[in-house]
């Protein structure tokens, strides 16, 4: 069994709802994921996340059974995005589009969380986090799963225009 079989399959189990999970191992995610802690809402794009993510923090070195997909799985409960604690980032969606889009948008929250927190830490000025009623009221305008369509269908279409026919969606299946 491969460690992304043992991932994906147990998601997928655990939420009809997702038709795609995105695994990878990234270098900010990495190295937001090896500081243990979740996204701070630093700016309008980390509101896609907002209570809408979470932190596994069991690494348990290579996943090869299906036991840590299912803690995995059971972590990230009804959530789009997880950060795998000293391994990598985690997204899951209704669509191809969707979980790509939000993927590479965590990847660049991960990025700017990093760079916040340097920033701080030779400041000593804590970043300014985004408030709650703020972040919820963003979030449901960009965190929406055809908000996460909208986000990852341009980076299609590049590839679309760059590689040819739009073939990725498979036989049958269409955008939501």
């Given amino acids: 069994m491969t460690a992304a079989y043992a991932i994906h399959a147990e998601i997928h189990k655990a939420r009809p709802d997702v038709l795609c999970a995105a695994h990878c191992h990234s270098v900010y995610g990495r190295a937001m994921c090896a500081m243990g802690k979740e996204l701070d809402m630093l700016t309008q794009d ?13 690494f348990a070195g290579l996943v090869l059974a299906t036991d840590e997909g299912k803690q ?9 995005a997880a950060l795998l604690g ?4 985690l997204t899951t969606g209704p669509s191809i589009e969707a979980t790509v889009g939000w993927f590479v948008l965590l990847e660049k929250c991960c990025q700017v969380q990093l760079a916040a927190d340097a920033a701080a830490a030779g400041t000593g000025k804590p970043p300014l986090v985004i408030g709650e009623q703020e972040a919820q009221s963003t979030w449901e305008a960009i965190g929406t ?5 909208f986000m990852g269908l ?4 590049v590839a679309e225009r760059e590689f040819g026919e739009r073939t990725y969606l498979g036989r049958g299946l269409r955008p939501i």
Avoid: E, R
């Fill in 86 to 89: 000293n391994h990598g980032l």
């Fill in 145 to 149: 799963k055809n908000g996460g369509y």
């Fill in 72 to 80: 995995i799985a059971a972590c990230l409960g009804d959530k789009k």
């Fill in 154 to 157: 341009p980076l299609f279409q």
């Fill in 46 to 58: 980390f509101c896609t996340f907002y209570n809408d993510h979470v932190l596994y923090p069991n």
